[in-house]
C-alpha cells in the first residue's frame, strides 16, 4: 500500500490503516508536518506530508497493531536543512495548542536525532509564546531575542556545540566637527552619569539597525545639534567590554566636516550644543585628565594638521554575496586624497 | 496608625486593618515586595516592605473597606531604579507561581506608572520561563535574550521608546600572516558556500565573548593552522548588514607576523591549510575576480611594501569607567613605528 496518497497537507484522514490513527475532523487552518514511520532496520522513513490542525482541536493517535514498530508514527515540525547539517523550524507552521506541540517537538528532534542532524533552530514569534516554556523543557536554550520572537536552539551531538553565537557588540560612533574658525561642535547631554556633568563633548550615538557607520555619525550630529555634515574618515575606534547587557562596545570617532554653522539642538537629549574653541575645549578639566579622552582628540587634531591618515569609507562589492558594503581603508601610494601630507597619502 | 510597624521583610502579617488582609503562613522562602496604599489624593504611596511566598502557596486579599481608595494595596516587585528614569526588577526574587506573579506584574506597572518611571527592565532567568507568556500578555516585549535568560521590557510614557537596543553586531577577524619567503598563511575550509570551494583564503572567525580583536586574530589563526603570531596592525574593516539572525557584521583584517613556521590544522574547521606564495594566492580567480577580496589583498601587500599604515592598537585606560579598553588609530608624526615609509611614521 503506497502510504503517501493517505497524506495530503489539506485534508484531514479519518481512518488510516484501521484502527491507526483517527483524527477530529473540522474546517479549520492546518499546519504541515511530515510524517515518517519506524522501519524494520530500526530507522524512520519519510512516508508523507500530513496535516494537523492549527487550533485547540485535539487529535488522538492509537499506536497499536501487529507490528508496533512498523506502525510507529512520529510527527516532525515543518523545517528546512540548512547548509550545516542542521535544521530550521518554520515559525509559521507551529501549533498553537501547547500539548500538540509538545508532542511534536519531542518526536521531531527524535527523527532528527536519528537523521543525524546537529542543531535545531527553533524561531518562536511573540503570539506564540506559551510554547517558550515548553520547548524550554523539551531541553532548548535561548540563543537570542528580538521584538517580535525568541530564537531558541538544541544541539544534538554528544560534541561541543558548534552553533554560532549572536550578535555581541554595540556599535556607537562619534563626531569630531571642526569649522573654518578652529572650533569644535560640542554638546553637553541632558542625561549622563554623574561624573560627566558639565562636560562639554563630542556629539554621539549609536547607529541605528542596519544603518552604516558614516551615515550614523552624520544623523547622531545632525539630530544633536542640527549640523549637516559630510564624512571624511574614520580617525580610531575604541573597542571595551562588558559595557552593556554584558555585551562589547565598538566605538568609532569619525572626522565629519561641517556644510552648515546654526546649531538647533535636540531637546530630548541635549541640553545644549555650540561651536567651542579648540584649545577651550581640550583645556576642560575633564577632557585633560583623561587619557582616553585626550588620546582621542591628539588625534583628531593631528588629522586637523594633515599629520594623520585615517580610514575612508569605500563601497565595494563582493560577487560571494552579492552584496554592497563598506570598506574602510587607508589610502595607498597612488590614490588621491584631501591634501594629506603624507608621502604614500598625497598623489 | 503607623502602617509601617505592620510590614517586615521575613514576616506574614496574619491580620491587617480586620479583614483587610490575610495571608497563609508556613515556612517556605520568601519575596520581597514594596507595599503602597492608594492615598487621598488619588496616588499611592509607600508603606514598607512586604514579603510573599516564593512558591506554590497562594494568598488572598480582600480589598473591601470604609475607604476602598485608602485601602487598595498594590504590590510591587522588587526593583531598583536606574539612571535614566527605568525601573531594574530583580530577577532573584521573582514569584514562581505565575498566577502570583501575573497579579504582582500589574500591580508594579500601575504603581510605576503613577510614579512616573519610564522603563521596566525584567529579566526572567530560564528557570523562570513559564512567567514569560504573563509578561507578554501584560504588555511586555522582548528585548534580547541570551542562554540563561530572557530580557523583556516596558516603556511606560506615551512617547517615543527610548530604551537602548541590544547588540547589533558580529565582530569577525582575518589574520594575513606572511613569512620571510613572502608566503601568505591559507587555508581551506570544511565547510563553506557552495561557490567558495576550493578557495584558498586567510584565517577567518567571530572574536569570543569579551575577546580583543587583536587576540582573536593570534587565537583564530593558531587554532586553524598551529602558526604562532604576533599582531602589527588592523588593515582595514568591512562593514556588512543582514548578515546572520538580520544582524549587521564588521570584519577586520589584521597584520600578524608569524613566530612560527611548522603548521599543524585544526580538523573540525579546516580540510588544509599552507604556507602559498603571495603571487599565487593573488592569481586565484576566486580572488582575483572578487572587488573585495583583492581590494583587501592589495592593501595588505601595500602595508608589506609600507606604503600603508593601518591601526595599531594601544590599551588606554579612562576614568570614567575605570575601564582598560583598546584604543586603534594611526600613528602620529613624533612616534616611533615599525619602519614605516611615511615621512609621518617614521621617527
Known sequence: MD??????????VSNLIGPMLSFSTSNCKFGA????????????????QDAYEVGDCSY???????NPS????KRVLDAFDDEYGGVVVNPEKLPFE???FASILRSSVSVWRTEGKKGIWLKLPVEKCDLVPIAVREGFQYHHAETGYVMMTYWIPNEPC???ANASHQVGVGGFVINDKNEVLVVQEKHCAPELVGLWKLPTGFILESEEIFTGAIREVKEETGIDTEFLEVIAFRHAHNV??????????????PVSSEIKTDDLEVQAAKWMALTEFVEQPLIKGDNMF???IDMCIARIGKRYCGLAVHKVVSKFDNRLSSLYYNVVDDQKFDGCLHDSCST
Open 98 to 100: 501547547s500539548k500538540v
Open 3 to 12: 502510504l503517501k496518497m493517505f497524506y495530503t497537507k489539506s485534508v484531514f
Open 70 to 73: 512498523l506502525f510507529t508514527e
Open 294 to 296: 585626550k588620546k582621542i
Open 162 to 164: 558548534m552553533l554560532p
Open 60 to 66: 488522538r493517535y492509537d499506536g497499536s497493531g501487529s
Open 244 to 257: 552593556a547587557f554584558e555585551k562589547s562596545d565598538l566605538f568609532f570617532i569619525c572626522m565629519l566636516r
Open 33 to 48: 508536518l511530515k510524517v515518517y514511520k519506524g522501519n524494520s532496520q530500526g530507522g524512520v522513513s519519510f512516508v508523507g
